[in-house]
Every structure is written in C-alpha cells, then in structure tokens.
C-alpha cells in the first residue's frame, strides 16, 4: 500500500511554467497570486521617466506582449500602445498617472487568467521592474473538474506548491483549507506539499468545501476554492415505508400503499416493474390474485441497480367471495337489459339486490342464548339453527325449524333442498 501511494503522487507531479526562474536583470521583484479564471493586477511605481515602455514574458522564447512609444504626463495614449501578442488585446486594461510624489504609477489589470499565465514578467520604464505569475488552481484526479464516485480515492492536487515558491521572493506561506478550518483537523486527510489524499471519498464530503491559500508576509490573502461533487447511491437496502416486507392479508382487506426511496446523486429511478412505474406501490383491495413477490428496483444511469423484495400473502375469504360474485351477477343482468328484474326486488324487498346478497350473508348467525348472551354452537343446540326470515311479507321470524338429520335434507322456509350440490347455493350441513 505505501509503494502504491508513491507512485500515485509521483504521477501527479506538476511542472510549473517558468515560476521557479526570476530575471536577473530586475532591480526588484513582485509576487502575484491570483485564482484560475479570475483577474491579475501588476502595479509598479517608476521614478525614471522614459520615452520607451515595454512589458514582455522573458521566457525560454521572450515574447514580447505590449510597447508604448511616448507618453503624456504620464499617462500612456492608446494610440501610442502597440500590441505584440494579441491574445492579450482583449483582456488587458492598462493606465497610469502622476502621483504626488511626481513618479509614474501604472496598472495592469489581465482578466481571465489561465495556467497558461503562469512566469515572470518584466515591466521596463527605464527602470525594470519584475513579476512572479502565481495562478492557483486546485484540480483532481482521477477525475479532474468531475464529479466523483463514492468510495474511491480521490488526490486533490493544488498549484502553486510550497517547492516552487522560493523566498524571500515570494514570502508566502501556503495552507490548506476544509470549510474554512484546517486540514490538519480532519484525520481522513493525508497532507504532501500541495497534495491531499483521501483514500475514500463519502457522501458526506458532497458540497464540501476545500480551500487552497496563500498568506503573504505582507498581508496579502489570495485563495483557490474548489468544492467536492460526489456521486452515490442506490444504497442498499432500498428504504420502504411502511418497513416490513412480509404482508398477511384477508380477501377484501385494504392494503397500504408502499413507498419505496433510495439515497442518490443524482436522483434513481424507482420502479415496482408492471405494477408501478414509480416508487409508490398501490394495490388496494387484494384477492388471493395478489398473493406473490414485488420487487423494487431503484437504478442510477450507468451506474448500478438495487433490488428490494417485499412477500404478500392473501387468504381467501368466502363471505367476500360470495359478495362480489353476487355483485357481479346484478352488473352483468343490469348489463343484459334486466334493470327491471332488479325494479321488481327493491319495490318488494326494499333493498337492492347486492344489499340482499351482503344482508343475507351478514343475517346468518349461530343461535344467541338469551339468558347469558354466549353464543352456542350447532352441536350444543340439538341441531338447530336460527334464520331470519328474509322475506318481509311473512312475518314470522327467528323461527326454529329441525335439521332432519335422518334424511340429509336441509329445510328453509318455504324451501326445500336435496342433498345434491346446487350451483350458487351455499349449503350447511349438521
């Protein structure tokens, strides 16, 4: 593991441009620093008036960016300013004046810096005056400016180091930033030089802050910010609400809706499969159809897919049974054109047909002791039961009727019933 780190830092090596190297031909230096993208000032006061100013990059190839030939009381004409490079034209505002002390002051102010910027530059008025280019970036790898999955390492690499930054040149110190405190105080960093690893990057890093600063001795405070994008999820297991997975159920019971959510960057897509399209899960009344397995899958694109299974399982329940096939039966004869069929059962009845079918099912009871209110079973009752009359013009309810038991006979009232099974006729035996 230790070799493995080595290697890793050495491949992240950074070879500035041209920092390290100051012109020798400077009566004095200045160090700038300034973050990538933003806006570099050199300010240099002459006491020398020339007729001649240049500013040039005395690099391995001197290029030459801007001369002025003349200027008028120290304030340098634009039609006096020729351009050498042209990539500074359009980023460049340059001005000076007299100060009180009756010297020159002059401003440069270049937008849009790059890393490409980085060197030293020489400003000559009669008398030269050079600039160290600091710009500070902070990048990362693997992944450069990306985001950055969950659980990887993750170098977070700054320029410019404290190696390259020779003093008493530059007199700056450069440290490390975490939400504004010290790297030092958090344990899951390794510090080198301009270098952080993190051997495992967490959601809990996301939005993070990490700050790359330098503190000149004069005061000065230039800083990088880079904040942390990390990619996670879906995390197993899938979160379900409500949270078991194991479901017992009656036909005709309401069963609750289940929700089901992970934790991702960016957002998964939750599926129950042919059920639901989304992460909600609504089934409503179950039958004994509903009984299986429904799984949840939650998939983050590209990346990877999570799977929860929840088991439901549904008894059958003949009263509700009978109550849906009866309901059936009036849908399907109102359907066929027998709305007055159905007319007919309620002016008689004063019920509808379906309420017939569940007040029939509801009215059948074992018999009620009245002296002590327990219910007594068929046996204990000598083989009798009691039913309500249910037709409404004979007014003879609670009537007991024996169970011929002999014959394997079944006696309603006004009906009479053989012990062959009828369809749609529900028999109880004694």
Not at 102 to 118: K, L
Not at 232 to 238: E, F, H, I, T
Not at 289 to 302: L, M
Request: charged share 15%.
């Amino acid at each position: 593991m230790y070799l493995t780190v080595i290697v890793s830092f050495s491949l992240l090596s950074f070879v500035p441009i041209d920092v390290e190297g100051y012109f020798q031909l400077c009566d004095f230096n200045k160090t700038i620093f300034a973050s990538e993208e933003s806006t570099a000032t050199f300010l240099a006061n002459f006491t020398y008036k020339e007729y001649f100013i240049s500013f040039h990059k005395p690099d391995r190839q001197y290029r030459n960016i801007f001369v002025v030939f003349g200027h008028r009381d120290g304030h340098i004409a634009e039609d006096n300013l020729y351009w050498k490079d042209s990539s500074w034209k359009n980023r460049t505002h340059i001005s000076s004046q007299l100060n009180t002390n009756n010297h020159i002051d002059i401003r440069i102010d270049v937008s849009n810096i790059s890393m490409a910027d980085n060197g030293t530059y020489e400003l000559n008025f009669g008398e030269n005056v050079c600039f160290v280019l600091f710009v500070m970036q902070i990048r990362l790898e693997p992944s450069g400016t990306g985001a950055i999955e969950e659980n990887t390492p993750v170098f977070v690499y700054a320029h410019p180091h404290a190696s390259v930054i020779t003093r008493p040149f530059a007199n700056a110190t450069m440290v490390w930033l975490f939400d504004g405190l010290s790297a030092n105080q958090t344990a899951s960093f390794i510090q080198q030089d301009g270098l952080i690893w993190i051997p495992h990057i967490t959601r809990g890093l996301d939005g993070r802050n990490v700050t790359y600063r330098a503190v000149q001795d004069n005061g000065n405070v230039n800083e990088v910010n880079f904040i942390l994008d990390v990619t996670y999820g879906p995390s197993k297991p899938l979160t379900l609400v409500p949270g078991q997975t194991q479901y017992y159920l009656v036909s005709g019971d309401l069963m609750p809706d289940i929700t089901c959510t992970s934790d991702c960057k960016p957002p998964c897509s939750t599926s129950w499969g042919k059920y639901s399209r989304g992460g909600t899960l609504s089934l409503g009344i179950v039958t004994p159809f509903n009984t299986g397995e429904y799984t949840c899958t939650a998939t983050r694109t590209g990346v990877k897919t999570v799977e929860r299974t929840v088991n439901i399982y549904v008894a059958d329940n003949p009263s509700f049974t009978i109550a849906i096939a009866c309901l059936a039966t009036v849908q399907a004869l109102t359907t066929l054109g027998l709305g007055l069929w159905a007319f007919h059962i309620y002016r008689r009845n004063k019920q509808s047909p379906c309420q017939m079918c569940f007040n029939t099912i509801a009215r059948k009871s074992p018999s009620t002791n009245t002296d002590d209110g327990s219910n007594l079973e068929a046996v204990n009752n000598h083989g009798q039961e009691h039913y309500e009359d249910l037709d409404p013009d004979i007014r003879r309810t609670n009537k007991v009727y024996d169970n011929p038991a002999a014959t394997r006979l079944e006696v309603y009232e006004n009906t009479t019933l053989s012990s062959s099974p009828t369809l749609g006729v529900q028999q109880t035996h004694i």
